[in-house]
């Protein structure tokens, strides 16, 4: 069973930044696709960023040029790292492995607020 935890999130001005972190309870190297969503109040979830597990990384237009979906192979954990964050980037954000062995799973979601 998959087990993702996410941490990170907070309060930011917006051009900050923030980098949010995914720890997965098995090796990520298993996992065939991880990603990061995010869902702000009154909409659905949608995807950020993704990585797949031969280290490829794709990136929604929303993301393009300010997020970067990273790993650490070793710790099991994947990143996001989110530089000129705007209000509309406010939202709760998932992590999400996708595997043939577990399925989909999902985190509990970490909220990210940009606002001054």
Same mark, same amino acid.
């Given at each position: 069973?998959?087990?993702?935890?996410? *941490?990170?999130?907070?309060?930011?001005?917006?051009?900050?930044?923030?980098?949010?972190?995914?720890?997965?309870?098995?090796?990520?190297?298993?996992?065939?696709?991880m990603?990061?969503?995010r869902?702000?109040?009154?909409?659905?979830?949608?995807l950020? /960023?993704?990585?797949?597990?031969?280290? *490829?990384?794709?990136?929604?237009? *929303?993301?393009?040029?300010?997020?970067t979906?990273?790993?650490?192979i070793?710790?099991?954990?994947?990143?996001?790292?989110?530089?000129?964050?705007?209000?509309?980037?406010? /939202?709760?954000?998932y992590?999400?492995?996708?595997?043939?062995?577990?399925?989909?799973?999902?985190?509990?979601?970490?909220?990210?607020?940009v606002s001054?």
């Amino acid at each position: 069973q998959v087990q993702l935890v996410e *941490s990170g999130g907070g309060l930011v001005q917006p051009g900050g930044s923030l980098t949010l972190s995914c720890v997965s309870s098995v090796s990520i190297l298993s996992i065939a696709t991880m990603g990061w969503h995010r869902q702000a109040p009154g909409k659905q979830r949608e995807l950020v /960023a993704s990585i797949i597990s031969g280290g *490829s990384a794709y990136y929604t237009d *929303s993301a393009k040029g300010r997020f970067t979906i990273s790993r650490d192979i070793a710790k099991n954990t994947v990143y996001l790292q989110m530089n000129s964050l705007k209000p509309e980037d406010t /939202a709760v954000y998932y992590c999400n492995a996708d595997s043939s062995r577990w399925g989909i799973r999902w985190g509990q979601g970490t909220q990210v607020t940009v606002s001054s």
